[in-house]
């Protein structure tokens, strides 16, 4: 575990570049507050600015008209300001499920957020710069020096097409949860692209380029933020060449009342469940939950999102047979009758996409 300072205890994936994740416990709240947003870096983080307002960043490329815009000019209203709990979740979130283990941070379910997120809808902005028939795809860069401190080069530049990059829910983003977005987790203006890897949130984003072709910086390409068309034998090697980019990411849960490890009291025949699911573009229609190992599950009770990406809670009661240990598994299908895998399917080099039913151990008694 780390403590850093303003956060919760996360567990620590790695000091260079700083990674930390939630804790599924931390995970309850409706609305994830800072100090229990987990943390994703490729690169160094930057230093904070002297003046916020003043901090730019430019939309060019395949556009007409050139804009340069700063944080004050984004907060004039200029552009309508709009506010939707939105999640966002790690590419490689749930990658300590591969076996064999694959490159990268040993995420569990943890690398997930769902913040009240306020901005300015970037298609609002590509509208103002005159995205040209041209412009089928975005390139991303911010401010993170690289690891190296060699300032030629990008921590991380990613890009996403032009279609998500206008949906109503993609944001460039100067709020979180009501306040100046702490420089953690990117401020003073950082993308919002949910329900896709975080990796398209380009954190203190300085430039968005619009191309008429893929964008190839850095995290581009490769095996990198791509998984396999058709399933490749784990452990091989590959190098991504009939790869796709990862997009909506898969569906998944969370249990959010019970640390795995819970010691329940001699006699506990009935055990409430409690926890957050979300599915990427989609929505979840169901989450089941099993303590007999999958034998029989349990529907548990659903909510409907907040609003469109944002996570839904689910909650429920299960029935113990007597004292000793117990597993509970739970599990959640998406608007498209898609469940979670009983293991992590799909396996790729670095990891992506892994979002095997997850459980949680127990002893009554």
Known sequence: MIQLEGKAPLILQGERPLNAETPETLLDDDVTPAEKMFVRNNGQVPAAPSDPRTWKIRIDGEVSQPLELTVGELESGRFPLVTRRLQ?????????????????????????????????????????????????????????????????????SRGMRVEKAQDEDTLVA??????????????????????????????????????????????????????????????????GRDFRDLESMPVRSVLTNLSHGTRLPAGTRELDLRGQAWAGD??????????????????????????????????????????????????????????????AANWNPQGYGSNAVSRAAILVG
């Open 88 to 156: 966002l979740e790690c590419g490689g979130n749930g990658r300590s499920f591969y076996s064999p283990e694959t490159r990268g941070n040993q995420w569990g379910n943890g690398a997930v957020s769902c913040a009240e997120w306020t901005g300015v809808r970037l298609r609002d902005l590509l509208q103002a710069a005159g995205l040209k028939e041209s412009g089928k795809f975005t390139g991303h860069y911010g401010a993170d020096p690289h690891l190296s401190g060699d300032p030629e080069r990008q921590a991380i």
């Open 282 to 343: 989609k929505t979840v229609r169901a989450v089941h939950a099993s303590i007999d190992f999958g034998a029989t599950w349990r529907e548990m009770r659903m909510d409907p999102p907040a609003n469109r990406y944002a996570w839904q809670r689910w909650s429920g009661r299960v029935d113990l047979p007597s004292d000793g240990y117990f597993e509970v598994w739970y599990r959640a299908t998406d608007s498209d009758g898609v469940m979670q895998p009983h293991a």
């Open 174 to 239: 100067i709020r979180m949860n009501g306040q100046p977005i702490p420089l953690l987790h990117g401020a003073p203006v950082r993308l919002i692209t949910p329900g896709w890897p975080g990796s398209l949130s380009q954190k203190w984003l300085t430039r968005i380029w619009i191309r008429d072709r893929l964008h190839d910086g850095q995290g581009m390409g490769g095996t990198s933020y791509r998984v396999p068309v058709r399933p490749i034998v784990p452990g091989s090697r590959n190098d």
